[in-house]
């Protein structure tokens, strides 16, 4: 009995990690929509967001990366986006999370490649929803897309590997 | 930093450079503008007459053989801020008000 309720307790606590960790992720998005990278290709973001789910991924927590981003990505679509704009977001953010579960088996990877290649295929996977729903003359953007997507997709590495030190500091997280 | 996140950035890196030359040799100055709402194709306009083409939330303008949204009512702005744009197969989105400027 005492051992059910312990587990139902961390449950508790790691459903509250993982709703902390979504609403942060909105505020970060809500604050890149503001500051725009427009000089680089239209649309193009740096994709701090992705750092939980990265952080994330990197803890092994292959549930709580999953849940975290698609409750971002819809109600973020939800408060500020429409039905085309979340097709783009769940693209990106599903190819590019699932990409970094599976990369992170790679032994000859650190944080800073998993989450490069996660930012590239998160770009194609938007290029592959942007020539379907606009026109094949989106694909013209996609050797600026692929080059932003690694240097986005370090950035958001070195940043979650900042978060995961954090996290292990304090202790927390469960 | 592994040794594998360096190759592996550095193929992308030589890869997306590669695509950019190849797109670029092959990339045309286009003829004709074609304006879509909703996904159909609603005008079509020559690039050789310079004008001003008003949409119900949009204005499109035509000069010089290039094409650039000058004004649009749309929240994000990102199809003012694209810029210019005259090689086929280049096009200007502006996805609150499903407009699609397209260059054939
Ligand atoms: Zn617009």
């Known amino acids: 009995m005492p051992s059910e309720q312990g ?13 902390l960790l979504t609403s942060v992720c909105l505020i970060v998005g809500y604050i890149e929509s503001i500051v725009n990278l427009f000089f680089i290709a239209p649309g193009v973001k740096l994709g701090l967001a992705n750092s939980v789910a990265c952080a994330l991924v990197l803890k092994d927590d292959v549930k709580g990366a999953v849940a975290v981003n698609l409750s971002r990505i819809l109600i973020s679509a939800l408060l500020f986006g429409s039905p085309v704009s979340l097709m783009f977001a769940l693209s990106g953010g599903t190819v590019s999370v699932t990409a970094m579960i599976l990369l992170k088996k790679c032994r000859h990877l650190s944080v800073l490649g998993i989450s490069g290649a996660g930012g590239v295929l998160h770009n194609i996977a938007q290029c592959a929803v942007g020539i379907v729903f606009i026109g094949i003359g989106i694909i013209y953007y ?13 950035a958001v590495g070195f940043l979650a590997k900042l978060i995961l030190k954090r996290i292990e500091k304090s202790g927390k997280y469960v | 930093m592994k040794k594998g996140d360096i190759i592996l950035c550095s193929a992308i890196c030589v890869f997306s450079a590669l695509l950019a030359l190849l797109f670029l040799t092959f990339k045309n100055n286009g003829k004709t503008l074609i304006v879509k709402v909703d996904n159909k194709p609603l005008y079509e306009y020559s690039l ?43 096009c200007i989105v502006c996805l609150p008000n499903r407009v699609i400027l397209e260059i054939k």
Do not use: F
């Open chain 1, 142 to 154: 996609l050797p600026i897309l692929l080059l932003s997507g690694v240097v986005c997709g370090v």
């Open chain 2, 48 to 90: 050789g007459t310079d004008r001003e083409i008003e949409l119900e939330h949009n204005t499109a303008v035509i000069k010089d053989g290039e094409v650039y949204m000058l004004e649009a009512d749309c929240k994000n702005q990102i199809c003012v801020r694209t810029g210019k744009i005259s090689k086929r197969g280049e």
């Open chain 1, 7 to 19: 587990n139902s307790r961390d449950k508790v606590k790691r459903l509250a990690v993982w709703a």
